[in-house]
């Protein structure tokens, strides 16, 4: 194996328990992440179905939500997801947690992944992108035309959501500065959507706070500065060639102070009115459907608007990969 190739090990128990487990990833040496990066593949121990999901995760997150994994593989696809360079399972003692550079870096282990995916013996793949993650799906689609059978995104982050003066004046500041000191932090997320999520402070779901802390990994400036740069992309329209369906919520709340109803019930962290408006731009077979009563995150949103996003992507996604034959 040549010296820059992609190593992936051996599966190994994983932190979710019985019956997932853990593939770590070990990327092509690069003096962006000093000279080390690893990405951490996880699934269930063996795969049982032709069909399959890979999942992105979103910034300053990783791949815990192993209940709405089972509806898919309760649907008749295998879920795989990845913990991408500098993020969750692949945070290491040498990484500064969140420091991507540029999301592009992210097709490495993202071909590395659908290798292994393929390998297994899946005809037919599913690629699942929240938020950071949708916007890495479908930049990644467009460059690499015919690689999946269809795409579903999570409330991807199609634009900031912020006021004009960031939207404008701060990108193009962090653009200069991410040249020189792409490491410098030059923002962090709100603890309100986080607090609201996690059992330790009244919210329904349990996951560890080192992963996926309530303000989030610091905003570095190459990070913000590579966020801006792809989603410029997308405003001048791609070509992702295979179906996509876009999830979100029907609304969006306060991303600086949110009300409790807010919080219960709707997008505090992204604008939706970015995605629906950016959705025709992916690709031309682009399907919305909102989701009333969901939050940034549909798969950790209350019933029954997390089973109304389930329902809506797994049967969406059934019908479309059963209208084709399947990839070789």
């Known amino acids: 194996m040549p010296d820059d190739a992609v190593h992936l090990a051996a599966p190994v128990p994983d932190v979710l328990g019985e019956p997932w487990v853990q593939r770590r990833m070990t990327l092509r040496p690069s003096a962006d992440y000093d000279g080390h990066a690893e990405a951490v593949l996880v699934h269930q121990r063996e795969p049982v179905n032709r069909r399959a999901v890979l999942y992105l995760h979103g910034f300053t997150d990783y791949f815990f939500q192993a209940a709405h994994a089972e509806r898919w593989v309760a649907a008749g696809f295998d ?171 029907t609304r969006s709340g306060s991303p600086s102070d949110p009300t409790p109803e807010e919080l219960r019930g709707t997008d505090c962290v992204l604008d939706v009115r970015h995605m629906v408006a ?17 939050i940034h995150d549909l798969a950790l949103t209350d019933a029954p608007a997390r089973e109304e996003y389930e329902r809506a992507a797994i049967e969406w996604a059934t019908a479309r990969l059963s209208r084709g034959p399947a990839r070789p």
């Open 79 to 249: 879920f795989y997801a990845l913990d991408l360079r500098t993020n969750g399972r692949a945070v290491g003692e040498r990484t500064r947690s969140g420091d991507v550079r540029d999301l592009r870096h992210h097709d490495e282990e993202i071909d590395a992944a659908l290798r292994a995916i393929r390998a297994d013996g899946h005809d037919q793949v599913v690629l699942l992108g929240h938020s950071t993650g949708g916007l890495v799906a479908v930049g990644w689609a467009d460059r690499h035309p015919g690689e999946v059978d269809a795409i579903v995104l999570n409330s991807p982050w199609f634009d900031h959501n912020g006021p004009w003066v960031e939207r404008v004046v701060l990108t193009l500041l962090v653009r200069l500065l991410a040249r020189w000191l792409p490491s410098v932090v030059v923002g962090h997320l709100r603890e309100h959507y986080g607090r609201h999520l996690h059992a330790s402070t009244g919210g329904a779901w349990d996951y560890d706070l080192a992963w996926k802390a309530f303000a989030g990994f610091p905003m570095r400036a190459g990070t913000f500065a590579s966020v801006r740069r792809e989603q410029a992309r997308l405003a001048r329209g791609l070509a992702v060639d295979v179906p996509v369906l876009l999830c979100c919520s």
């Open 278 to 294: 950016r959705a025709p731009l992916v690709g031309p077979d682009v399907t919305v459907v909102q989701v009333e009563g969901g």
